[in-house]
């Protein structure tokens, strides 16, 4: 009699590998934000570690489930990381603006200004009225909240990818 039991779980994994995710996001954002450097090209890296998380996580549970992954499985590992590390990151951006870096938002705002005026186009006080709107929404609650939200978003579109190419179903008959 075969028992076809496996030691890992969808959560476990994705519970685990955010944390790391999380971890190692937040460690690089500390220090483009202490550098300044938070609207920089040097932003994306946090893309990049997302990518390698979900890309090892859903390595870890296809090796510790017998070889076999199924798109769904790759998919669920991928969302569960990305969720445990957009709140770790939510969380730490709020924190890190309302009690460590004030001056942040007030950088963001002077760029945004800088990149319209840059562009031209659009008169002074279009650029006030644009800037005024942009300033009620750049707060460490609402960016905290886009945090989040745009996680999940490139982590479904990530782990979408990832799962694709990872996946090695169970055979439907054996």
Known sequence: METNATSVTTSSVGLRYGLLTGLVSIIISFALNVAHLEQSPAKWLSTIILIVGVFLAQRFYKEHNAGFMSYGEGLSVGMMLTLVSGIMGAVFSYI??????????????????????????????????????????????????FVVLFSLLFGLAISLVVSAIIKNPKPEFE
């Open 96 to 145: 890190y603006i309302s009690f460590m870096d004030n001056g942040m938002i007030a950088r963001m705002l002077d760029k945004a200004r800088t990149d319209m005026e840059s562009k031209g186009g659009a008169s002074d006080e279009q650029i006030d009225q644009a800037m005024q709107l942009t300033a009620k929404f750049m707060t460490p609650v609402t960016i905290s909240l």
